[in-house]
């Protein structure tokens, strides 16, 4: 089944501002919500593809992917679109905050459980790492889940409250005629608990600040501008929200000889003007090791040879690119007396 496109699905542009998305998707969303559309499967329809759709251009890094590659795109990175209500709500509570009530009140606290921030992280590689992939450990500093108290937030011999102002729902209810409308307990922030006593290390938040040694396998054929996902290795989730993910951007180093086009590698070889007009052969440095290509009589300066499969691996596929070898042919300087004169000979036979 082919997707619609997600700024049609919001009715936006790709040059859209985020808080022309929002307030699109807000929009949709309040129609189409199935609680004011009970049995309506079209409406529950339309509100999952709306859902897919912010989740997405909502998200910069997700925004980016999908413009530059579409729905193929995302699935690479794993995303596989609207994965439940309860979800959607955990990542947009904000959207929802003032949205009309139709179920129980006691069900709408888990709404304010959050997935944690995404970590970006940028890394530089070699060259010849791209080429053939490494393992590498690195070091980030991220929050993590306070070892004092074990992520409740509160000192030693307490725990959380159950908020006065709301009674533990999380949301302040209000009725306006037919409809029931909730709003964030500004008391409790919506998490209908408070914090009176709260833990002197995370200060109330449940996270401090650690650094965690992450190891990566970096496959071959990578290149600038490639992202590694690390499922969970983010920022931990509020109130039991499930962990970030950690994005690794590569940035390849240049090479003092070789270069890179797509998957072949590109080199220049310097050759004499002797080997130039007689042939022979040659041996050129490639990735790995060393080849030998043969040079034909009379090449001249610009001609092109070709190692197969000696370039950078498929990263989504299988094979190899190729080696491009460009000759330049050497004029000689420096010349010596007999030197000169052997030329001066070759010239005028060539009369």
């Not at 009309?100 to 009140?105: D, E, H, L, M, V």
């Not at 921030?117 to 080429?131: G, M, N, P």
């Not at 307490?158 to 209000?174: D, F, K, L, M, S």
């Given at each position: 089944m082919i997707k619609k496109d997600y700024y049609e699905i919001l009715g936006v542009s790709q040059s859209s501002s985020d808080e022309e998305i929002k307030r699109n998707y807000r929009k949709i969303a309040m129609q189409c919500h199935p609680d004011k559309n009970p049995g309506d499967k079209q409406a529950e329809d339309k509100f999952k593809e709306a859902a897919e759709a912010y989740e997405v251009l909502s998200d910069r890094q997700k925004r980016e992917i999908y413009d530059q590659y579409g729905h193929e795109g995302l699935n690479s990175t794993g995303f596989s679109g609207f994965s439940g209500f309860e979800d959607i709500f955990s990542h947009f509570g904000d959207i929802?905050?003032?949205?009309?009530?139709?179920?129980?009140?006691?069900s709408r606290s888990?709404?304010?459980?959050?997935?944690?921030?995404?970590?970006?992280?940028?890394?530089?590689?070699?060259?010849?790492?791209?080429?053939?992939?490494?393992?590498k450990k690195i070091e980030i500093s991220k929050q993590a889940t306070c070892s004092k108290c074990?992520?409740?937030?509160?000192?030693?011999?307490?725990?959380?409250?159950?908020?006065?102002?709301?009674?533990?729902?999380?949301?302040?209810?209000?009725?306006t005629g037919f409809f029931t409308i909730s709003t964030t307990c500004q008391q409790c922030g919506g998490y209908g608990k408070i914090i009176t006593w709260p833990c002197e290390t995370c200060h109330g938040t449940g996270k401090e600040t650690v650094t965690k040694s992450v190891q990566l396998k970096i496959p071959a054929g990578v290149e600038t501008g490639s992202r590694l996902r690390l499922r969970g290795e983010g920022e931990p989730g509020d109130h039991g929200g499930p962990n970030g993910d950690l994005y690794v951007f590569l940035h390849v180093e240049d090479h003092e000889f070789f270069s890179r086009s797509g998957n072949d590698v590109y080199c220049r070889i310097p050759i004499s003007f002797v080997q130039a007009a007689l042939g022979g052969t040659i041996e050129v440095p490639t990735l790995q090791d060393k080849d030998k290509i043969k040079i034909p009589k009379g090449t001249q300066t610009g001609r092109i040879f070709r190692l197969k499969g000696k370039g950078f691996p498929h990263l989504r596929g299988y094979g190899r690119g190729d080696q491009l070898i460009e000759i330049f042919v050497q004029t000689p300087t420096n010349l010596t007396k007999k030197q000169e004169e052997i030329l001066k000979e070759f010239e005028k036979i060539s009369r």
């Open positions: 929802f905050e003032d949205f009309f009530s139709f179920g129980n009140t006691k888990r709404y304010y459980t959050r997935a944690g921030a995404d970590l970006r992280y940028d890394l530089k590689i070699s060259f010849i790492d791209a080429a053939f992939g490494l393992s074990e992520g409740t937030g509160c000192a030693p011999g307490h725990t959380p409250e159950v908020c006065r102002a709301c009674n533990g729902r999380g949301q302040a209810v209000q009725s």
